[in-house]
């Protein structure tokens, strides 16, 4: 599965046993709903735990915050999480400064990321 | 000294935003801006663009909105100038509640706080009809 706007591309792919999702672009007012949906739709999949290959996003604007949380909130009756990885400094400075790091899992690497991922609370 | 300014005039129509963001990459090229400089102009931008249009206009009016960026000693200056309603930006929000539970986390507000957080300096002022609000953005390292 691939999404595709003038802002935002997504793709994912499973590995390490979960679900690992490539956007590559700006997360912001314009693309975060097709971001949330290509997500939502992994969730209605029962994909599990999500992994997010950040490398690629160049900002996070308050509406792609915003999508983050609705999809943390979506999983997180199943016990399923939301783990970010390869985010850059500016990105992880608006995680920061929005409170977002004490609600959202931020790894350096993809085998942090499964790491965190595979630990309970 | 002009190649140290830039300015777009777009409609006030989210679908605009990639217009201004295509002027102020160029700037950024232009001037030399750090990455992190660049990416703070362009996040602080589309939440000022896109909270002046989505709740400026709720009789759906058209309007032009200009978009200017200059490259000063040690900030860029961002202004944004438009006939919305009128709406204080400088004004600083309230921050995130500080919560640790994904329930009791909302982000209302949280644009224009985010602009508020990595701003030297947010001003409105409303003349004319014309709602001009100027941001600085500190270009030197912390």
């Known amino acids: 599965m691939t999404a595709d706007t003038s802002e935002i591309t997504i793709e994912h792919r499973t590995e390490e046993g979960f679900a690992v999702v490539s956007p590559a672009g700006k997360l912001d007012t314009l693309s975060a709903r097709t971001f949330e949906a290509y997500l939502k739709s992994l969730v209605e999949q029962k994909s599990g735990t999500l992994l997010i290959d950040m490398e690629k996003v160049d900002y996070v604007t308050s509406f792609g915050l915003r999508s983050l949380l609705i999809i943390a909130k979506l999983l997180a009756p199943s016990g399923d999480k939301l783990v970010l990885f390869q985010v850059n400094p500016s990105v992880y400075e608006v995680l920061k400064i929005s409170g977002f790091l004490k609600i959202l899992k931020v790894a350096d690497t993809l085998a942090e990321a499964g790491e965190m991922a595979g630990r309970t609370g | ?142």
């Not at chain 2, 605009?16 to 102009?41: C, I, K, M, N, S």
């Not at chain 2, 900030?75 to 930006?89: G, N």
């Not at chain 2, 009791?104 to 706080?113: D, E, K, N, Y």
């Open chain 2, 1 to 142: 000294m002009a190649a140290d300014v830039e300015t777009v005039i777009v409609r006030n129509d989210i679908a605009e935003l990639p217009a201004v963001y295509a002027a102020l990459e160029a700037f950024a090229g232009t001037v030399g801006l750090t990455d992190a400089v660049r990416r703070t102009l362009l996040l602080v931008v589309e939440e000022l663009f896109s909270n002046t249009v989505s709740y400026g206009y709720p009789d759906g009016g058209k309007d032009e909105i200009e978009v200017s960026a200059a490259l000063g000693p040690d900030h860029v200056e961002l202004t944004l100038a438009d006939r919305a309603l009128p709406f204080d930006s400088s004004a600083p929000p309230a921050g995130p509640a500080e919560v640790d539970d994904l329930d009791a986390m909302g982000i209302g507000g949280l644009g224009l706080f985010l602009v508020h957080q990595f701003a030297d300096t947010v001003v409105t002022e409303r003349t004319g009809g014309v709602n001009r609000t100027r941001v600085l953005l500190p270009t030197r390292p912390d």
